[in-house]
């Protein structure tokens, strides 16, 4: 049994996140638990207001989320019929990230499954939104679909790699996992700053990755490019790639894949998922 949180607050990008969870998951016996979380307001100071009357929370605030999660579950039942799928919603008030946290630990959660939205992708997503909290402060899986993705079963998966830091063998079952479950091909991009050989560091870890997917289909590929960003689009758009993966040991090199691209250059942004796993 997976565990799988979506926060949701109701937008088609979040919609869009619980369709394409559902649809890639469709062979997995799987509880979804979608949440809302009610910001905490604050006063004209701009100090939090921390303290909300518990009736009156419980009264106004979490009875109207809880009644459009009981819609929302509604407009889940209309989707394709999957009796491996069960579905459990809270409404919750508070800060977004803390509670996220909690949900993780309390629920066991495996992934957590995140709308992005606009034109930018997740280049409207700063780091210290939301989006950008969960991705670098919840220890825990983090699917990123954009508003604009259409669900295809990941046949070619992409995954931009330094080759400078060793993986955990916990982070990389996800990827295994995901594409044992979709027959999935692995595509390593390496982009080169100079005109260097790999490192010995760099050789050993793309070795162990060679070995650890031998039974998946794969393949190595290096751009030389000065800007990253720049390659993983140049990469995404010559292999025609249904998803992205990267570890997040390396946050440096996933921040300027996901947060330092030129937006009017930067289509994967909007097209197709991340999978971001933790160790």
Same mark, same amino acid.
């Given at each position: 049994m997976k565990n799988i949180l979506i926060p949701t607050d109701f937008s088609n990008n979040a919609w869009n996140a619980i369709k394409y969870g559902t649809a890639l998951?469709? #062979?997995?016996?799987?509880?979804? *638990?979608?949440? *809302?979380?009610n910001p905490i307001s604050?006063? $004209?100071? =701009?100090?939090?207001? %921390?303290?909300?009357?518990?009736?009156?929370?419980?009264?106004?605030?979490?009875?109207?989320?809880?009644? #459009?999660?009981?819609?929302?579950?509604?407009?889940?039942?209309?989707?394709?019929?999957?009796?491996?799928?069960t579905f459990q919603t $809270? !409404?919750?008030?508070?800060?977004?990230?803390? *509670?996220?946290?909690?949900?993780v630990k309390d629920k066991n959660i495996d992934l957590i499954i995140m709308g992005t939205k606009g034109a930018?992708?997740?280049?409207?997503?700063?780091? =210290?939104?939301?989006? =950008?909290n969960v991705l670098t402060k919840v220890?825990?899986?983090?699917?990123?679909?954009?508003?604009?993705?259409?669900?295809? !079963?990941?046949?070619?998966? =992409?995954?931009?790699?330094?080759f400078q830091l060793s993986y955990d063998i916990k982070v990389l079952d996800h990827i295994k996992e995901l594409t044992i479950m979709h027959n999935s091909a692995l595509r390593f991009l390496y982009v080169a700053q100079k005109e260097e050989d790999l490192s010995e560091i760099q050789m050993n870890n793309k070795t162990f990755l060679k070995n650890y997917f031998r039974e998946t289909e794969h393949s190595f590929y290096t751009l030389s490019? #000065?800007?990253?960003?720049?390659?993983?689009?140049?990469?995404?758009?010559?292999?025609?790639?249904? %998803?992205?993966? %990267?570890?997040?040991k390396n946050l440096n090199f996933l921040e300027r894949i996901l947060f330092k691209? !030129?937006?009017?250059?930067?289509?994967?942004?909007?097209?197709?998922?991340?999978?971001?796993? *933790?160790?």
């Open positions: 998951y469709h #062979k997995t016996r799987c509880t979804f *638990h979608i949440i *809302h979380i604050y006063n $004209s100071g =701009g100090e939090a207001a %921390m303290y909300v009357d518990p009736e009156l929370l419980e009264e106004t605030i979490l009875k109207e989320s809880q009644e #459009k999660l009981e819609h929302l579950l509604k407009d889940i039942e209309r989707l394709p019929l999957n009796t491996k799928h $809270s !409404a919750l008030y508070g800060f977004f990230t803390d *509670h996220i946290k909690q949900e930018s992708g997740l280049k409207a997503v700063s780091l =210290g939104s939301n989006t =950008g220890r825990c899986a983090v699917l990123a679909v954009p508003e604009d993705a259409e669900y295809n !079963a990941p046949r070619e998966i =992409g995954f931009p790699t330094d490019d #000065k800007k990253l960003d720049d390659a993983v689009q140049a990469f995404v758009e010559s292999r025609d790639l249904d %998803m992205l993966v %990267m570890v997040a691209p !030129a937006v009017e250059k930067i289509s994967y942004h909007t097209k197709i998922p991340f999978l971001i796993v *933790h160790e």
